[in-house]
């Protein structure tokens, strides 16, 4: 299969680039996977579109303020940006650098006026940089202090307040990037699901930026996958279980949710708690053995994440469904509008007021 199967002509404006207000007036597009038809509706109708014994399963991984700016210690007038990736050991991260030339091992670099300093190990494979931080206190206070939230790259406005960029249930510090399918829920509406008997559970999958990585080969079997932490609890497996057990459907929130879910499912069900790194792919052609359903955004073309939905629900059906969303002007990708998808679903149109 090729990367170009994957490819849909996509308006510039149509990028969403501010959150909506409030977060759940976006819209939501259904896709029913047994027949191909969609629906509009507005994300509100989950509650009409979700029944008693269902069980989202959502990823509470919260984004680091991983942009930092600062400048090189021997030499102040020279301005630097180190985007954090991933943590390696204690105070010791692997780091994107730029300008990558004057990140040489050994030099040292300041940032807020002295609050964190960092000195650079090592240059790793693909020239990003082990990166040994140095700071009084808790480093993540410390970095809360100094650190910018790192937007997708086709986001180019202001974010005012940085907590849009973060759901309403994060908690575990982790991630290069919010799982955005989460971002349109409020604290009201799923403590309201929760009272109309919908279940909610979560995992963790600390998103790196390989999300954003674009596939360059055109044949995707050969696409490296980037490799992603995840962690499903023990009391997650076992409601995950039940759920299947009594019939209802597990909808994975976001596909970060679903590679958690679809990597340990791959390990043979009923499932157990797990921790570790994941690099699944999932594409048409790949199996599924946990869910149900999947609430997603909009995805870029050609990416793995539109590869994903694709093999979930079919690449026809998807790529018509995004012809779709395209003609009737949703917003697409991070601060976009969502998509629902799952089998039985109402193809009619309702309540987009």
Not at 125 to 154: A, I, K, S, W
Not at 227 to 246: C, G, V, W, Y
């Amino acid at each position: 299969m090729l990367k170009s199967d994957f490819y849909y002509d996509l308006p510039k404006e149509l990028i969403a680039q501010t959150p909506i207000e409030p977060r759940n007036a976006s819209r939501l597009m259904t896709l029913d996977r047994t027949t191909g038809e969609v629906g509009h509706h507005r994300f509100t109708d989950l509650f009409t579109l979700l029944h008693p014994g269902d069980l989202l399963v959502l990823n509470d991984s919260r984004v680091l303020p991983a942009r930092i700016l600062g400048t090189l210690e021997s030499d102040s007038k020279k301005p630097m940006e180190f985007l954090l990736l991933e943590q390696k050991r204690q105070d010791v991260w692997e780091v994107l650098v730029r300008p990558g030339k004057r990140a040489k091992i050994g030099a040292r670099f300041v940032f807020g006026e002295g609050l964190l300093t960092a000195q650079v190990l090592d240059i790793l494979d693909g020239g990003n940089r082990l990166v040994q931080f140095e700071h009084d206190g808790d480093f993540y206070h410390t970095l809360e202090q100094v650190g910018q939230m790192p937007l997708p790259p086709y986001i180019t406005e202001k974010l005012e307040d940085p907590e849009r960029y973060q759901t309403v249930y994060s908690k575990e510090l982790g991630s290069a990037a919010a799982p955005t399918a989460g971002l349109h829920f409020t604290s009201e509406m799923l403590d309201q699901l929760r009272e109309q008997g919908i279940r909610t559970a979560f995992v963790t999958l600390h998103v790196g930026l390989g999300t954003f990585r674009p596939v360059k080969e055109e044949n995707i079997d050969d696409h490296k996958m980037h490799s992603e932490h995840i962690f499903l609890p023990q009391d997650t497996a076992e409601i995950i279980n039940r759920t299947k057990q009594e019939g209802g459907r597990v909808i994975a929130v976001g596909t970060t949710s679903c590679r958690t879910l679809e990597a340990v499912g791959q390990m043979g069900l009923p499932l157990h708690a797990w921790e570790g790194y994941t690099d699944i792919f999932l594409y048409p052609g790949r199996p599924f053995h946990v869910i149900d359903g999947l609430i997603t955004n909009f995805h870029l073309p050609e990416s793995t994440l539109i590869m994903l939905v694709s093999a979930f629900a079919g690449r026809e059906p998807v790529l018509a469904a995004y012809r779709e969303a395209v003609k009737e002007r949703y917003r697409f990708f991070s601060f976009g509008d969502a998509m629902f998808i799952a089998d039985g679903l109402p193809s009619s149109a309702q309540n987009q007021g």
